[in-house]
Every structure is written in C-alpha cells, then in structure tokens.
C-alpha cells in the first residue's frame, strides 16, 4: 500500500479490464516518473474519448457523430447486416476486407450467470432494423466460445422466421477465444467460408 494519490491511481488502473495488480503497480511508477507532457496528452486523450464518442444511433459501434462512419457510407451494402459483440470486433473484420455490408453492435453476449440477457443487449435494435431496412443476409460473428455460441443460436431463433439468410462464420477459429484475437487471414477466410444455420 503506498501514500494517497498513488495508491489511488494503482487502484484506479487496476480496475481496467487486463490490468492485474502488477501492471497497475507498473505503469503507475511509469506514470510517475513520465515526461510531464506525455502525461498531459493522456489526460486529454481520456478526457476527449469521453466528451467526443458516442455510440452509433444505427449500429451501436463507436463514433464521433450520431451516426458512424460506415452507416453514413452509401457505398456499404445495406441488405447485409453482421452482428458483433463489441466495437473492436467491428475493427478485426474491417481489417480482414472482406465484408462490405454493415454492423449491428450488440454491446456483449447473453451470460445470464453475470445477469445479461436480452433486454441488456440491443436485440430489440436489431429485430426493429432489419424489420424496417431492405436486409435480406445476417451474418452471426459473435466470438466462439459458450456465450458467443448462446447468442448466435438465440438470434437465429428470432431472425429465420423474419425470412432472412442467417449465416455464421466457418469453423477454424480459435475455439474459446475473442475474434479479435484471430488473425486477418484466418477470419477473412471464417467471413468467406460462412455457412448458413
Ligand atoms: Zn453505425
């Protein structure tokens, strides 16, 4: 345990998601002994993330107006919608290049042992969108593991009946992981080989 403001900006770090007690203690230190002007520079960029992003009115990814840079492109295919957990999982298929349709950000997946269900995520936004827009495919990318699995098959529950071509991606993603951590190859070719469910 150290003195005041230390201690509080360990424990500040140390409830950030990845952070371990070790690394809060670390990059504390680093802080501390940091050029007071890279330290300045942090501050802004916490302080703009907060004033300047908002979350997309259409899809719930990350943006710095109302609607998002990929909505507001006409040139993206609206009749395809592909559903994701987080915003970083919209970055990780953006990289692959493979898709040029849009994004549904879900905001999570089901996990009723931490208390989300449906109403937690924006499944309601979903079934209203693809209810009101000219979407004819939904792609199903939340991660592979258990409540990624969950989430897929209780969406497609919902979206078959509403005539849709409901896909997933192709196995031969890291089983248990995040898609983000797959590499570019390996979910550009899970996005090519996506089969109907
Ligand atoms: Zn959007």
């Not at 201690?7 to 500040?12: A, N, S, T």
């Not at 840079?69 to 395809?80: E, T, V």
Request: proline share 6%; glycine share 10%.
């Amino acid at each position: 345990m150290y003195e005041g403001p230390v201690q509080d900006l360990i424990d500040e770090l140390g409830r950030l998601p990845g952070v371990g007690p070790k690394s809060a203690q670390r990059i504390a230190f680093h802080l501390l002994g940091a050029d007071p002007a890279d330290v300045t520079r942090l501050q802004q960029a916490l302080q703009k993330v907060k004033d300047g992003v908002v979350f997309c009115d259409i899809c719930g990814n990350v943006s710095e107006q109302p609607t998002c840079r990929i909505c507001r492109d006409a040139r993206r295919d609206p009749s395809s919608v592909c559903v994701v957990e987080e915003p970083k999982d919209v970055l990780a298929i953006e990289k692959t290049r493979e898709f040029k349709g849009r994004y549904h950000v879900l905001g999570g997946a089901l996990d009723p042992l931490s208390g989300i269900g449906p109403d937690q995520l924006r499944v309601r936004e979903l079934l209203q969108r693809i209810g009101a827009e000219e979407v004819t495919e939904v792609i199903l990318a939340t991660d592979p593991n258990l409540e990624g699995e969950a989430t897929a098959t209780y969406l497609a529950r919902w979206l078959k009946p509403m005539g849709l071509r409901i896909t997933r991606l192709a196995s031969g993603l890291p089983v248990g992981g995040d898609l983000e951590y797959a590499d570019e190859i390996t979910l550009g070719r899970a996005f090519e080989g996506r089969r109907a469910v």
